[in-house]
């Protein structure tokens, strides 16, 4: 079975007042931290939008493909299916937020292990409470183009048989949007 990675990075950062995605925790930009979580997965693609030359400057993507997602204005949905559309002919894929440089390459891999028959998805939970990364099996994959707005799969794993795992113990889900939510978390 081959599983892609795909690490969503295309937001403003409107609220953190710049490209987020180069706030340094722990010495380095937070999306480097974050793809570090897609380090064992291949394909991989990091899907840029507002300031992708900056980014792609600032940071070290590791080798991942990196696409430019056009409409990364209208919110995840767009750079969802930007990234789906850039890994190909896959049978599932692990989606990570840049956002979220706590997350790691442990929660993902118990989320390959846990892929099994009868499920559409498997999503990482934090005490209990669903989080990021998901990976999505071809079925979901293949509903990219029903996606709208800022939700991702939300609406569209409501419905779906999604396995939950709790990660917990294995990573952190905190996210970065704020300049006050890096200083508290660095």
């Known amino acids: 079975m081959t599983v892609g990675g795909i690490l969503l990075a295309a937001g403003a950062g409107r609220r ?18 974050a793809l570090d979580a897609l ?3 291949e394909p991989r693609v990091v899907v840029l939008g507002a300031r992708a030359g900056q980014v792609r400057a600032g940071a070290d993507l590791g080798g991942a493909r990196v696409v430019v997602c056009a409409g990364w204005a209208e919110g995840m949905a767009a750079s969802l299916r930007c ?8 049978d599932a894929a692990v989606v990570v937020l840049a956002d979220q440089p706590f997350v790691t390459a442990a929660v993902v891999a118990t989320l390959l292990a846990a892929d099994g028959e009868g499920h559409d998805a498997v999503r990482a939970t934090y005490r209990g409470t669903p989080g990021h990364p998901v990976l999505l099996g071809r079925s979901l994959l293949e509903r990219a183009a029903e ?3 800022d939700v991702g799969f939300r609406t ?11 990660a917990g113990h294995l990573g952190d889900p905190a996210d970065i949007d704020t300049r006050e939510q890096l200083e508290a978390l660095t």
């Not at 953190?16 to 931290?33: H, S, T, W």
């Not at 990234?83 to 896959?90: F, Q, R, W």
Request: proline share 5%; hydrophobic share 40%; aromatic share 2%.
């Open 16 to 33: 953190f007042g710049g490209p987020k995605q180069l706030a340094r925790v722990g010495g380095r930009p937070v999306i480097e931290r």
């Open 39 to 41: 380090r064992d997965v």
């Open 83 to 90: 990234g789906i559309a850039a890994l190909g002919d896959v």
């Open 147 to 149: 996606l709208r707005g």
């Open 156 to 166: 569209v794993l409501e419905d779906a048989r999604v396995r939950h795992v709790e």
